[in-house]
């Protein structure tokens, strides 16, 4: 078990997209250390059951109805927020996905393929959008609405979720892709922006970890990988997936200034020699 930060107790952190795998495990680390959560998700209810975890553990934790790609949500939760635990010192832009319809079926174009097949070239724009909506402004927006009230706060944190397809775009997503490529640019983007604010701004990139949303891609109904998969192990050189445990450690010194106060503007691979590997 990871010692606890003591830095961290009595601060208040916003987890956007707070009941999902990663997230949630986010959630109830910072919980143990004393941090108060407010776990924002477009339905409440998935995350009272994360915020009703941490506070049956001892810990304390509220669900917020908040959709990171409208700013009038935003703010709302934000006030929300401000008048239950008072401003927070942290950040977490966890919210994102993908949607099928951004989604190729096949890895490289295929000419004359099955008409029922979705190519590049029958990705609608609007699917591009909400994929960017989802991921890129969502974050920006709420960095945007929750940031202004950080200036000068002591430990003011903001972390981003990046991904590896933020690095070399993975095939099949192109706007998922695109989405998350944005945030790592605008995470260093902002940190130069605020870093005489008191403010830093870093990203944590995961690698393959299993989740709801990515579950039916990477296996199959019986729990076998599928060929995606597969794929995936075979150019991890730890040869497995990612446990959401194993994201906390670095999220932890992240958050700590003193142990990463001259950090800002970096995202952060936790990916099990992902990146490292040219599979070669």
Not at 73 to 96: H, P, V
Not at 105 to 119: C, H, L
Not at 240 to 250: A, I
Request: glycine share 10%; aromatic share 8%.
């Amino acid at each position: 078990m990871i010692p606890i930060y003591e830095n961290l107790r009595g601060r208040t952190a916003a987890i956007t997209g707070g009941s999902g795998v990663l997230s949630s495990a986010m959630a109830r680390e910072l919980a143990r250390h004393g941090v108060s959560v407010a776990i924002l998700n477009r339905s409440t209810e998935s995350g009272a059951k994360v915020a009703q975890e941490i506070v049956d553990s001892g810990g304390i934790a509220k669900a917020f109805t908040c959709d990171v790609t409208k700013a009038e949500s935003i703010c709302a939760a934000k006030k929300e927020i401000d008048e239950e635990f008072g401003r927070c010192e942290i950040l977490i832009n966890g919210a994102g996905g993908n949607v099928a319809e951004a989604i190729t079926t096949d890895e490289t174009f295929k000419d004359g393929a099955n008409s029922n097949d979705r190519s590049f070239f029958d990705l609608e724009i609007a699917a591009f959008s909400k994929v960017f909506d989802l991921n890129l402004t969502g974050t920006i927006a709420t960095s945007q609405i929750f940031a202004k009230d950080m200036i000068g706060l002591p430990g003011a944190t903001i972390v981003n979720i990046s991904s590896m397809s933020a690095f070399s775009p993975l095939t099949k997503v192109p706007a998922y892709s695109a989405s998350k490529a944005g945030i790592n640019n605008f995470t260093s983007w902002l940190a130069v922006y605020l870093a005489k604010s008191q403010v830093r701004v870093n990203a944590i990139a995961p690698g393959f970890f299993l989740t709801t949303q990515n579950r039916h891609l990477l296996t199959n109904q019986d729990g076998s990988l599928t060929p995606r998969s597969k794929k995936i192990i075979g150019k991890t050189p730890m040869a497995r997936f990612g446990e959401p445990h194993e994201l906390l450690g670095t999220l932890l010194w992240l958050l700590d200034e003193e142990l990463s106060g001259f950090i800002t503007g970096v995202t952060i691979p936790v990916d099990g020699g992902f990146m490292a590997n040219s599979g070669v």
